[in-house]
């Protein structure tokens, strides 16, 4: 069951969250691409449990691991669904798509998630204030906007997003109010 516009909405076990939530966006998209808009699209992917999903090859896996890896592709699969929908409502190139995680992966002996960064092994560490637990990507993507294939070591906060968006739509912030974030959009723009 999933509230939908204000109305509650039950689905049958056959059918996938991750898709249901896909959907609405690129529903909302096609619905407000005549004018500017702005999509907050917090997907349920990754996150656990760790359950298979409709491309795993094995629908009752139990591998957290195995099961992991299938989200993670999934979740891939979903971004591109979003970027196929701006190429066909011609909003590509005027698209700012920010693209991140809150947290890093969970730990602990007992199925615990391991990534690799540049040939060096991290284990998972969510919710914990070490690399593990709070270092995760952050990807930026505007075609002809933000150069493609950059890295930066920049810090970026949660609270610096606001700002951010502000400044990349010409926007202004609210008078009067404090705000603690920095905007990035000149690392953005490849300054």
């Known amino acids: 069951t999933v509230t939908i516009?204000?109305?509650?909405?039950?689905?049958?076990?056959?059918?996938?969250?991750?898709?249901?939530?896909?959907q609405f966006l690129l529903?909302?998209?096609?619905?407000?691409?005549?004018?500017?808009?702005?999509?907050?699209?917090?997907?349920?992917?990754?996150?656990?449990?760790?359950?298979?999903?409709?491309?795993?090859?094995?629908?009752?896996?139990k591998n957290r691991r195995r099961n992991f890896a299938d989200m993670v592709a999934y979740m891939d699969k979903l971004v591109g669904?979003?970027?196929?929908?701006?190429?066909?409502?011609?909003?590509r190139n005027d698209t700012l798509i920010l693209f991140t995680g809150d947290?890093?992966?969970?730990?602990?002996?007992k199925g615990g998630i391991v990534s690799e960064l540049n040939g060096r092994r991290i284990e998972g560490g969510k919710s914990l204030t070490t690399d593990a637990g709070t270092r995760v990507a952050l990807v930026a993507n505007?075609?002809?906007?933000?150069?493609?294939?950059?890295?930066?070591?920049?810090?970026?906060?949660?609270?610096?997003?606001?700002?951010?968006?502000?400044?990349?739509?010409?926007?202004q912030l609210p008078v009067g109010e404090a705000f603690d974030g920095v905007?990035?959009?000149?690392?953005?723009?490849g300054r």
């Open 142 to 171: 505007m075609p002809g906007t933000v150069p493609s294939g950059k890295v930066s070591d920049d810090l970026v906060d949660f609270s610096d997003m606001m700002p951010t968006i502000v400044a990349m739509t010409g926007a």
């Open 5 to 22: 516009d204000g109305k509650l909405k039950t689905f049958g076990e056959d059918v996938y969250g991750p898709d249901v939530y896909c």
């Open 81 to 91: 669904r979003i970027v196929d929908k701006l190429e066909e409502t011609g909003l």
């Open 27 to 61: 529903d909302r998209m096609e619905e407000y691409k005549d004018e500017p808009f702005f999509l907050y699209y917090p997907m349920a992917l990754v996150h656990g449990p760790f359950v298979p999903t409709p491309d795993s090859a094995d629908r009752k896996r």
């Open 183 to 189: 905007s990035f959009a000149p690392q953005l723009r």
């Open 103 to 109: 947290n890093g992966t969970p730990g602990g002996a």
